[in-house]
């Protein structure tokens, strides 16, 4: 186990297409985040999961925007009719908890550009 | 919700001199401030990390303090080394009620000038 991973690293779409983008996270870790980041900007928390649960979403989230972790490992982030300011950094995070380290790991995150 | 400011958004140090940068809150509940270092084109990594219940904590150079009754938590790196040029961003969370999400800061892009 490596570590968090994401895929793809790059996306790039034209506005009005659907991307899907896929986590898949340290493999022992009950919770998975998404953030968002925008250039200049700290990651913004979007939405997590206990296991297959989804237990919050940020107002950032709009019903364009969905995700899923089905059998509670790997998460899918799916954005409907992209728009030019969906363009960011999409980070997913994995930890475990409880425990004594609640430390979040974070992937090297999917690059969206929307065209 | 949780707020967190992070000042200064740029700071310039000459190596072996010391850095220092300085976060606030404004949600009495957090009781978990990680900082984490993301270098261009890379993951955000954490570096050094704090609880409520404690004041101060160190790890070789790293150093994190934390005033719970101003609210406010500070990362000092001394002796910089040019490794060391990165952004760097504080982070605050609500650990142990089932929330552990992370609210960040704007970040610090800090520069080691040899």
């Known amino acids: 186990d490596t570590g968090v991973s994401q895929n793809p690293r790059h996306k790039i779409t034209k506005r009005g297409q659907n991307v899907t983008f896929r986590c898949d996270p340290i493999s022992e870790h009950n919770r998975l985040y998404w953030y968002r980041q925008t250039l200049g900007q700290g990651p913004e928390f979007l939405t997590y999961?206990?296991?297959?649960?989804?237990?919050?979403k940020s107002r950032l989230l709009s019903d364009r925007f969905s995700a899923e972790r089905p059998k509670g490992s790997f998460s899918t982030l799916e954005i409907q009719r992209t728009e030019q300011g969906d363009s960011a950094m999409y980070l997913c995070?994995?930890?475990?908890?409880?425990?004594?380290?609640?430390?979040?790991?974070f992937g090297q995150g999917t690059r969206l550009t929307v065209v | 919700g949780e707020n967190v400011e992070q000042h200064p958004s740029t700071l310039s140090v000459q190596e072996g001199d010391s850095a220092v940068i300085k976060c606030t809150y404004s949600d009495s509940a957090s009781n978990y401030f990680p900082w984490y270092k993301q270098e261009l084109g890379k993951r955000p990594q954490l570096i050094i990390d704090i609880r409520s219940n404690v004041g101060e904590k160190k790890d070789q150079r790293i150093a994190v303090t934390l005033n719970k009754t101003a609210k406010h938590f500070s990362l000092h790196i001394t002796e910089t080394q040019p490794e060391d040029s990165a952004v760097y961003f504080c982070a605050a969370s609500d650990v142990g009620f089932g929330n552990e999400k992370l609210t960040f800061g704007t970040g610090t892009r800090l520069t080691i000038i040899p």
């Open positions: 995070a994995s930890s475990f908890v409880p425990g004594e380290n609640t430390e979040a790991f």
């Open positions: 999961f206990q296991n297959e649960a989804q237990l919050e």
